[in-house]
Nanobody, 129 residues
Framework: QVQLVESGGGLVQAGGSLELSCAAS????????MGWFRQAPGKEYEREFV??????????YYTDSVKGRFTISRDNAKDTMRLQMNSLKPEDTAVYYC????????????????????WGQGTQVTVSL
């Protein structure tokens, strides 16, 4: 499996911005569709889909609550994926996880947690009022 490490979390005021990064190693990064999920306080058994991106980077998909505020991207030459988060809200507070799923389809994206079989350790994002 590909190994994933997230970074870039922190504490930010509402309306602020953060950029999360996910560094991949151990396998060919461009073989994997990627996604971001989050786990909010009090919802330890639920990982909410945030955004996903295809192997090629051409196709992206977002949950409604982050559309227009978050941008997912990837650099296959650098084995990294990013999540630019703008106009952050207190309800965005969560542990954010990057995830990978190996696929033969270059332009498919996936939004179900069960589809992904490699996960990072998570990075905390806290948005204060």
């Amino acid at each position: 499996q590909v190994q994933l490490v997230e970074s870039g979390g922190g504490l930010v005021q509402a309306g602020g911005s953060l950029e999360l990064s996910c560094a991949a190693s151990g396998r060919t990064f461009s073989d994997y569709a990627m996604g971001w999920f989050r786990q909010a306080p009090g919802k330890e058994y639920e990982r909410e889909f945030v955004a996903s991106i295809s192997r090629s980077g051409i196709s992206t998909y977002y949950t409604d609550s982050v559309k227009g505020r978050f941008t997912i991207s990837r650099d296959n030459a650098k084995d990294t994926m990013r999540l630019q988060m703008n106009s952050l809200k207190p309800e965005d507070t969560a542990v954010y996880y990057c995830a990978a799923t190996r696929t033969s389809e270059p332009n498919n994206f996936y939004y179900t947690a069960a589809t992904y079989n490699s996960w990072g350790q998570g990075t905390q994002v806290t948005v204060s009022l």
